[in-house]
């Protein structure tokens, strides 16, 4: 994940939890998963709308 390893993620963890406190620190994780679940998923609908395209786009050369 990012070239990143065990030792560099509990050094995050770490500062994180200095920075932030132990209170804020779940609502923080919390919503950076929703976004980046989020970001799959729009990442998803464009995939999808793009072989949608490229499929119309064949079928249009078909039927020319």
């Given at each position: 994940?990012?070239?990143?390893?065990?030792?560099?993620?509990?050094?995050?963890?770490?500062?994180?939890?200095?920075?932030?406190?132990?209170?804020?620190?779940p609502?923080?994780?919390r919503?950076?998963?929703?976004?980046?679940?989020?970001?799959?998923?729009?990442?998803?609908?464009i995939?999808?709308?793009?072989?949608?395209?490229?499929?119309?786009?064949d079928?249009?050369?078909?039927?020319?």
């Amino acid at each position: 994940m990012f070239g990143l390893g065990i030792p560099e993620l509990v050094l995050i963890l770490v500062i994180a939890l200095v920075i932030f406190g132990p209170k804020k620190l779940p609502e923080i994780s919390r919503s950076i998963g929703k976004s980046i679940n989020e970001f799959k998923n729009s990442t998803s609908d464009i995939t999808e709308t793009a072989k949608t395209i490229k499929d119309v786009s064949d079928v249009a050369k078909k039927l020319k």
